[in-house]
């Protein structure tokens, strides 16, 4: 039991260590989009996602390719990335928002395949 | 300049020309003047053919014109003339001229429909003359949409349905030639999707036979083999008379002209191997149609499954693989196009008069129409097989070529196949005892105009044709003859 | 020799110029070309048979010429077929009797079709017929005959359906046509396996006798008959359908809606006795190469002359009559031919056969034509409505009865002579079948004369207008036939068509003769005694033999068997379930694609929700299955 | 740092300059000016494409960041004049009530969105190209959602950019797992380093999908026709024929140079890919009432026919995927330019309003037949020819059975097509659209893209100039 | 030593707010949690030794992007207002997707990643060390996307103005 407490707190922290908290905050996102009803918690979701991947690409970069500065770089560009997309897509949630009065996920489905009913189906023989 | 580019040509012409036309006069000039210089420069073609012939020109394609199109494919523009070819021309060219001068008189937008119709006819013009797999599918397909609208805007019936069914079923053909032509162009290896070029080559068997089923098919579906004709008999059915023409003259005969050029001629042993299979579809096909024919009550009905029987001949002549049966089969080609287009002409012509195809809703017609009741009797007569006319001579040249294989499949089939030649003299003859024959009954029918003068010359050049056909044979059959021996070379290698 | 080709250009030409001026021309200029026509193609057949008959038998044996020929289509190189013409003792006989009887006819008919719609195109019809049966009759090969064959039999449609506004005419046109050419089908497949085997349609190579034509076929044989036997059989089926050989005869009565001189052309004289010059044509290939089915066609001949002897007694219908005698004496031919052997006395049957079908078509022209004459007097072909027309027309009244006299075989009238050698000839064959041959000619005896009296005797029908004798272009071929009738056997035929060739001295077997004689003469008494006066013997001895009569009025039932076979068998149980399956299952399955596509599209269109978290739920999982799928797998 | 290396990269350089002038002009002209913004717009734009269509050497510059290869000045070309042809068709929309106020910023983050693709195409990193992706896909949600009062539109919008945030986030995460397995993002150095270990493939598969996303692959595809029924009816021809087609060429770009070790698993993804993605698509088309969902469906099917180039992973599948490309784009384009006409003039978009449209706008609706009959690929139109050449592509690399089902599947896409020609020419229609008088500018439009699909297969020359370039990558 | 369990605070602030700003019912709160999780994430990278990064981590995310989040919240949502909750078959369809998911690129991941690592030590990265590397044309270097992603930006700024633009 020692010896278990001992490894984890000596030597280096081990890569997979960062790569499952990285995943566990990917998939929380995931399922955060997946299930959140309202626009702006998806977004947030969506934020989780990025975020995770940052973390992926300096932890790569600093444990195995130490060399030179690419998941650094990326890592960089991926949180202006995210930036912006926020940015816009804040600007599109409001804009839903002027246009339907809320932001729920659920009341975006105008769009959508029509039913049977709406559309008449014409056999080709007749 | 090739002459044969001639026949792509006028089409094109005719079709600029009606683009630019803004009255009926002008539209009529055009397409009379463009069906007359195709029907002149077929029978120019022929003499050409015959005198290059005769001068000891004994090259396998005549006035090849070779231009590089897609390199990168093989793909040339390629046309030449074997004598096959040049009847086929000769055939279209009538048949063209016959259908234009049958819908003289078309009220509803006729400029559209001349020029569909004039791209139709390119279509298949084109197809004869290609010798290269790609310019041959390409003039194939270039014929759908023609007649998708053609039937579509002018039919009458269920004309929509039908002009789906038309189009989607001669795709469903094209789309499985195209596989074998893919098939053939990439397994045979050879640099050239040239047909003469590509017929030295032998595709693996195992391999042909996928192809062969594939194009066979794709080619039986165009020419309306059992069981892939459901298209014809609705297809011609909802068709303007000229179309109906159009369709199972010239159209019927690209998917048996293909099925020879190209599945037979370049997949030798598959074709071989697996004919047994077709033979009994195409002879049961003869018999099936001819069968059906006999209980249906709808003039057009009748006569798409009279051809759908007589194509199945046709196939069934293809697949004995002697040179006698093809001839035939080459010969029932021109002779069906021009009855079954004449047998149409005048059924639009009856059609046009009395507004009603059944045959139960006329008879007597003789007496008040009486020079269209004598040109349906000569077609139906030639249809049945009357010596003197061409269809005579195509079915006993088929028999006698199928009479030489002694097997027994063949034996049995050429018989059910023969039994046709009785039920065709059935139904023909009690759709003119129906129809022509008898008292009038419909008052309104007293009053019908016998043809006008569009109509006779239509019928006559038709009727001509026929009886020429059908009395002086030689000159025909030595044309393709001539030709047939490089494929009957390849087809026994 | 080179003029005969004219015999068969000139009617051509008549027909494609009457056919192409249609009404244009004033009737009797149209009549009038073909008539003339037709009369030089009759002084050019007399010519041909003079001179032929004069010249071609150098070593006493007639020899072939073929004047023309010419290759007209090419199947290979040993199959092709040519037109030509043959010149040969039978072809010219029947060029005679063609030519004659034709001329005769189209002369008979300027009168007699005077007047109806579409005469023109009559004599168009009547021109086509003739070309046809003189290149039938011509014919150097098997397969131009069959070409001329299908001819024959298409003008005989057209004509039969001359009035096409008659319903009745129209059918029966069609029924003609579609039973002959139902037994053209097996004439044509014994033409193709014949020419198989022997790589040839000549008919000079086939009828050479030589074994090696037929090496081919040797020892194949199929369910216990020789090949040989099968294909002449075949062949005999086509002859059979043109002569109305039982069970296909049913035809040629009904034909009879056809105009009058039509029948006496078609239906008495020529088309019909095609059948039987097929047979003598490939006699030598039916005797050498397939003796069983020769036995065959004689007791075919036998049954169909005796069954339809039989009917014709209970007809009332006066042309009707004279169709069921004239498939019976055709059967009579047919009995000659099957009984003949080769050459000399052997070759008696063959010998009489060809001399009954020449004086038969003389008589039964005549006898058409009288009926024919009979008709337009009093505009009806049912004998009860005639009666006693002798005063009125006593010319056709004279040759009707010259001409009943000669087919029932009364001496010295031409029928006479050549049924005795045809009876003769089945005496020798088997004294049976001569003895059921005798009965027929006795039959042939009453009824004629019960024809006879009907007409010209018995109580006199009331007409609406006094029946009047006919015009003189309608006599004058009564006369010249009747002339040929009452002379005609005293022709030394023997001396001109034998099987071999050779001269063969007619002699009259007396025993037979007086035989035969003496039954036509009780029958013709038997007949008398009954018909000419009016009397109830005839209804007493119908009402005692009522069940046997209603059968043989109605003909057997033999047409109701036909009409059972087409509409029921053909149609509703081969036809329509086709046209069923066609519609249903095979239209209902390229139908069903669509259908099927279109069930697809619906079924799946619960994919698209309209909802974003769907959309990456199916994205993710997408991804993941991917992703799975590529890595362990 | 020579910075002046960035001078060869004229095309972006070019178009840089032409999104500034647009930008400064919008800004600081006067409303009389600004009359002619968007027939200069126009002019600008055509002379930066004309500029721009004759390729040059090869050259790579930043250290192999960015690549050019002579085959992307095709490319290029192919998008611009997509988006010429769309600014032309958009004239009349542009000017309406609601969006004339806005046109500026149309053409700034459309000719943004390009740059983004122009980017996309040359690079030769995944950090540059992910930066192009973005840039052609986060400012196109704006575009989707341009008519931001409507509904339709502002929902669209949100769909776009929730589902291509969400297909960013994947490839972005592939993308990292890509760089944990080999250390580096350079195109030329990956190639040699992915052998396909199973984290390389999950890695590959979690990018490729954002590709599949773009291109609106069945699965990926289901945002689609909602975004495309949504959105500006020309926002959403530039989304099917421009975002598409560069989607697609970058694609067979980095399959083959990135995953060419890979090739197996790749072809094994896009079998599957290319089957269900026409079927499925072909079987939707077939119910579709709205002409923008159709078409988005048509698009998804053309979709699986152009990855049958990129299956082939050959020279010739390269050359046919160009040829494809720039057919369906002037085929797609006269589809939409009548769909955008129709819908801006009359507000109809049911197939059922097509009816009898013959009859009343006779030279519109045989545009849209003659584009519709190139793009189910019937001859001589010039449709047949590249879906000829992209199945001779896909069948010489033995791919036989996928051939024969996408060939299959042309008969169902014919049907759809002939769907909306029955529409337009046989059935008939009490109330027909009006007889419309286009503008000089759509009239334009109409006319290039009809002359194409008339001429570019019959004239090989086109082909022949894309095929003479072979892989270009 | 200190290291460790600094790592292990901040992985469990990650994992545990990750969870939580997803389920969490306030938007509010979400917002906050989404905060923690940022800010641990810089944490994070301060371990790696990214200081940089770390500051841009602080300024950009949890300095610009929470603003805008909080701005958008108060834009839309009524003052403590709670959203509707999902729906319990969504969540599980989501649950499930995203464990198996997780648990299989972790298995993937883990299973494969192969190289055996240690942490290097390596001296603090210089600002000048970036700059360079930022402003390079050379291989390494970014200065091309560095240029390219002002025009995103540029691009996004003016969309986002335009789709939020009232209505003049």
């Known amino acids: 039991m020692g010896e278990f407490f001992s490894k984890l707190f000596s030597g280096t922290i081990p890569l997979e260590a960062y790569i499952v908290v990285s995943l566990i905050m990917f998939f929380s996102g995931i399922y955060g989009f997946l299930s959140r009803k309202s626009l702006l918690m998806i977004l947030i979701s969506i934020e989780l996602i990025l975020n995770s991947i940052d973390i992926n690409f300096a932890v790569f970069n600093r444990y195995l390719y130490p060399g030179n500065m690419e998941g650094f770089f990326f890592a960089l560009f991926t949180i202006a990335i995210s930036a912006c997309e926020t940015a816009v897509a804040i600007a599109i949630v409001i804009n839903i928002y002027r246009n339907l009065n809320n932001v729920e996920v659920d009341s975006m489905t105008e769009l959508r395949e029509p039913s049977a009913n709406e559309t008449e189906i014409k056999e080709v023989n007749e | 300049m090739n002459f044969l580019l001639i026949f792509i040509l006028i089409p094109m012409l005719m079709m600029v020309g009606l683009f630019f036309a803004n009255n009926r006069k002008q539209i009529n000039l055009i397409t009379l003047s463009g069906s007359v210089l195709l029907l002149l420069s077929a029978i120019g073609l022929t003499f050409l053919y015959l005198h290059q012939r005769a001068i000891g020109n004994t090259a396998e394609m005549l006035f090849i014109t070779d231009v590089p199109w897609y390199p990168a494919f093989n793909i040339h523009f390629l046309v030449g003339v074997d004598g096959i070819s040049v009847i086929m021309l000769l055939l279209s060219s009538i048949i063209v001229f016959a259908s234009v001068l049958v819908s003289w008189k078309i009220d509803t937008m006729p400029k559209e429909y001349f020029i569909w119709f004039s791209l139709l006819s390119a279509g298949a013009f084109g197809f004869f003359i290609s010798l290269d797999l790609f310019t041959l599918f390409f003039f194939l397909e270039m014929s759908l949409v023609p007649k998708f609208l053609l039937i579509g805007i002018w039919g009458s019936g269920k004309k929509e349905y039908s002009a789906f069914k038309l189009a989607l079923m001669v795709m469903g053909g094209s789309v499985l030639v195209l596989f074998g032509i893919l098939g053939i162009y990439y397994f045979s290896g050879a640099e050239s999707m040239n047909l003469l070029e590509l017929a030295k080559h032998t595709i693996p068997l195992n391999i042909q036979y996928y192809l062969f089923v594939s194009s066979f098919v794709g080619f039986g579906i165009i020419g309306a083999m059992f069981p892939f004709h459901s298209w014809v008999p609705d297809g011609h059915s909802s068709a303007p008379t000229s179309v109906s023409m159009f369709l199972s003259g010239i159209s019927m005969k690209l998917g048996a002209y293909g099925a020879f050029r190209v599945a037979i001629f370049l997949l030798p042993e598959a074709a071989h191997q697996l004919a047994w299979i077709f033979l009994i579809l195409a002879a049961f096909s003869v018999f099936y149609g001819a069968f059906t024919a006999l209980a249906q009550t709808d003039l057009k009905y009748i006569n798409a499954y009279a051809s759908i029987s007589h194509c199945g001949l046709l196939f069934f002549a293809f697949l004995i693989f002697n040179e006698t049966a093809i001839t035939g089969a080459f010969l029932q080609m021109i002779s069906h196009g021009l009855i079954t287009a004449l047998f149409f002409a005048t059924i639009g012509m009856i059609y046009s008069r009395t507004h009603t195809r059944m045959i139960n809703d006329m008879n007597g017609l003789m007496k008040v129409i009486p020079f269209i009741g004598v040109s349906f009797t000569i077609a139906g007569l030639a249809s049945l097989g009357l010596p003197g006319f061409s269809g005579f001579i195509a079915e006993m040249t088929i028999f006698v070529g199928a009479f030489q294989e002694t097997d027994l499949l063949h034996r049995v089939l050429t018989l059910i196949a023969a039994t046709s030649i009785v039920i065709t003299a059935v139904y023909i003859l009690r759709v003119v005892g129906k129809v022509l024959f008898g008292t009038i009954t419909n008052k309104h029918h007293l009053e019908f105009a016998d043809a006008t003068w569009w109509e006779r010359v239509s019928v006559i050049v038709l009727v001509i044709a026929i009886a020429g056909l059908g009395s002086a044979p030689m000159l025909f059959s030595n044309m393709i003859n001539d030709s047939l021996q490089p494929v009957l070379n390849n087809l026994m290698r | 020799m080179q003029y005969t080709l004219l015999i068969l250009v000139l009617p051509l ?181 014949l020419s198989y085997y022997t790589r040839t349609f000549d008919f000079d190579v086939l009828n050479s006798g030589n074994a090696t034509v037929f090496a081919g076929t040797a020892g194949l044989s199929f369910l216990g008959l020789s090949l040989m036997n099968w294909i002449m059989a075949l062949i005999f089926i086509g002859g059979a359908g043109k002569s109305a050989m039982f069970p296909m005869h049913i035809w040629l009565p009904d034909a009879m809606e056809g105009p009058t001189p039509v ?355 199916v994205f993710l999982l997408s991804t993941l299955l991917i992703a799975a799928l590529i890595i362990f797998i | 740092m020579n910075y002046s290396s960035f001078l060869q990269m004229q095309e972006e350089l070019s178009l840089l300059v032409v999104i500034v002038i647009l930008l400064i002009y919008d800004i600081f002209a006067g409303e009389k000016s600004l009359r002619f913004f968007q027939p200069v717009a126009i002019v600008l734009f055509s002379i930066h494409t004309i500029l721009n269509c004759i390729p040059h050497h090869p050259f790579e510059i930043a250290g192999g960041m960015y690549h050019y290869v002579p085959m992307l000045t095709y490319v290029k070309t192919i998008l611009n004049l997509g988006t010429l042809i769309i600014f032309l068709q958009s004239q009349h929309w542009l000017n309406g009530e609601e969006s004339i106020n806005r046109r500026g910023e149309f053409y700034f983050l459309t000719l943004s969105t390009l740059f983004g693709m122009y980017i996309m195409l040359s690079a030769g990193h995944f950090l540059l190209f992910i930066i192009g992706i973005e840039t052609a896909s986060i400012p196109m949600a704006t575009l989707v959602a341009f008519n931001k009062y409507t509904h339709k539109s502002a929902e669209a919008g949100a769909k776009y950019i929730l589902s291509s945030v969400f297909a960013s986030g994947l490839s972005l995460f592939g993308i990292s797992m890509i760089y944990g397995t080999t250390g580096t993002l350079y195109f030329d150095d990956l190639s040699g380093l992915l052998n396909g270990t199973p984290i390389e493939l999950m890695a590959f598969v979690f990018f490729v999908v954002g590709l599949f996303f773009k291109i609106s692959l069945v699965p990926f595809h289901l945002w689609t026709p909602d975004v495309y029924e949504g959105a500006p009816t020309n926002i959403t021809s530039y989304l099917s024929v421009v975002s598409k087609g560069s989607a697609v060429f970058v694609l067979f770009t980095l399959f083959i140079k990135v995953f060419g070790n890979m090739i197996d698993q790749w072809q094994a993804i896009l079998y599957g890919i290319i089957i269900i993605s026409i079927t499925l698509a072909n079987l939707f088309a077939i119910r579709q009432q709205n002409m923008k969902r159709f078409l988005a469906f048509s698009s998804i099917s053309q979709a699986g026919y152009l990855l049958l180039g990129v299956i082939s992973g050959s020279a010739t599948g390269m050359s046919s995927l160009v040829y494809y490309l720039l057919v369906y784009m002037f085929s797609n384009l006269a589809i939409f330019g009548v769909v955008s006409v129709i819908e801006d003039r009359t507000g109809k978009i049911n197939i059922r309003d097509y009816n009898a449209l013959y009859s009343t706008n006779p030279k519109l609706s045989m545009v849209m037949a003659l584009a519709l009959f190139s793009l189910a690929g019937i001859p001589p139109f010039a449709g047949f020819f590249s879906k000829f050449f992209i199945f001779s592509a896909a069948f010489q690399k033995g791919f036989y059975i996928l051939v024969l089902i996408a060939l299959i599947n042309t008969i169902v896409s014919l049907y759809y097509y002939l769907l909306v020609v029955r529409a337009m020419f046989f059935n008939t229609n009490d109330h027909p659209v009006e007889s419309i008088k286009s503008d000089v500018s759509l009239k334009i439009s109409l006319i290039i893209c009809t002359v194409a699909i008339l001429l570019i297969g019959g004239f090989s020359v086109v082909y022949q100039q894309i095929a003479l370039l072979g892989f270009g990558i | 030593m200190e290291v460790h369990i600094v790592f292990y605070i901040l992985s469990l602030i990650i994992a545990v707010f990750s969870v939580m700003a997803v389920t969490s019912g306030r938007l509010i709160r979400s917002a906050t949690y989404l905060l923690f999780v940022l800010l641990a994430t810089a944490g994070l990278y301060l371990i790696l030794g990214y200081q940089y990064l770390f500051a841009v981590q602080t300024a950009v995310y949890a300095g610009g992007i929470m603003v805008l989040f909080i701005f958008a919240i108060l834009l839309t949502q009524r003052p403590g207002g709670r959203i509707t909750p999902e729906s319990v078959k969504q969540r599980v369809f989501a649950i499930i997707l995203s464990v198996a998911g997780a648990f299989f690129s972790g298995f993937i991941i883990i299973s494969n990643i192969g190289r055996v690592s240690h942490l290097v030590d390596m001296k603090e990265i210089d600002s000048r060390h970036i700059g360079m590397t930022l402003m390079g044309t050379g291989k390494f270097q970014y200065l091309m996307p560095f240029e390219v992603i002002s025009v995103l930006l540029l691009a996004c700024i003016v969309g986002a103005i335009m789709i939020a633009r009232k209505r003049s």
């Open chain 3, 13 to 193: 030409l008549a027909f494609v110029v009457l056919g192409l001026v249609d009404s244009r021309w004033k009737a009797r200029t149209a009549g009038t070309i073909g008539t003339t026509v037709m009369g030089i193609v009759a002084i050019l057949a007399y010519y041909t048979a003079w001179s032929y008959f004069t010249t071609a038998n150098p070593g006493g044996v007639y020899q072939k010429f073929i004047p023309f020929q010419m290759e007209w289509m090419k199947f290979s190189d040993q199959l092709h077929i040519d037109l030509g013409i043959l010149i040969d003792p039978i072809s010219v006989m029947m060029l005679v009797v063609v030519s004659t009887v034709s001329l005769m006819v189209h002369i008979y008919s300027l009168r007699y079709m005077e007047g109806e719609k579409g005469f023109e195109r009559y004599y168009a019809f009547l021109s086509l017929f003739s070309f046809s049966m003189l290149g039938l009759v011509v014919a150097t090969n098997i397969f131009q005959m069959y070409i001329f064959w299908e001819l024959v039999g298409v003008s005989s449609y057209l004509l039969i359906g001359f009035y096409y506004t008659k319903p009745e005419a129209v059918a029966a046109s069609k029924k003609a046509f579609i039973i002959t050419r139902f037994a053209d089908l097996f004439f044509l497949i014994g033409i193709f396996l």
């Open chain 3, 263 to 617: 029948s006496a052309l078609i239906h008495a004289a020529t088309m019909v006795v095609a059948g039987v010059y097929l047979v003598a044509r490939l006699f030598p290939v039916y005797y050498f190469f397939a003796p069983e089915v020769l036995h065959g066609i004689a007791y075919i001949g036998i049954f169909t002359a005796l069954f339809s002897a039989v009917i014709a007694c209970t007809q009332t219908d006066i042309k009707r009559v004279l169709a069921y005698s004239t498939i019976s004496q055709i059967g009579f031919m047919m009995v000659g031919l099957g009984v003949s052997g080769m050459g000399g006395h052997h070759g008696l049957g063959y010998m009489a056969s060809m001399f009954h079908l020449f004086t038969h078509a003389m008589f039964k022209a005549l006898l058409f034509l009288g009926a024919g004459s009979v008709i337009h007097a009093v505009h009806s072909n049912e004998m009860n409505k005639m009666g006693g027309l002798r005063k009125y027309l006593p010319v056709t009244h004279i040759t009707f009865l010259i001409a009943c006299l000669a087919i029932a075989g009364i001496p010295p009238f031409s029928g006479f002579f050549s049924k005795d050698e045809i009876l003769s000839a089945a005496f020798e064959f088997n004294p049976y079948l001569g003895s059921l041959l005798i009965f027929i000619a006795g039959l042939t005896a009453f009824y004629m004369f019960r024809l006879y009296y009907g007409i010209f005797w018995t109580k006199e029908y009331k007409h609406e207008h006094i029946p009047h004798e006919s015009p003189l272009a309608m006599l004058l071929p009564l006369i010249f036939l009747a002339l040929v009738t009452v002379f005609a056997g005293f022709i030394p035929f023997g001396k001109f068509v034998t099987n071999d060739g050779a001269d063969y001295h007619i002699h009259i077997d007396l025993v037979t003769a007086s035989v035969s004689v003496a039954v036509a003469a009780v029958a013709i008494a038997i007949s008398t005694i009954m018909y000419r006066k009016e009397n109830k013997i005839s209804d007493r001895i119908v009402s005692s033999f009522s069940v046997f009569f209603k059968i043989v009025v109605h003909k057997f039932y033999i047409d109701e068997l036909y009409m059972f076979i087409t509409k029921k068998i053909v149609f509703r149980l081969i036809s329509a379930p086709i046209a069923w399956f066609d519609r249903t299952l095979v239209n209902g399955t390229i139908n069903s694609f669509a259908t099927v596509t279109q069930w697809t599209s619906l079924q799946i269109k619960g994919i698209q929700t309209g909802r974003v978290q769907q959309y990456a739920f």
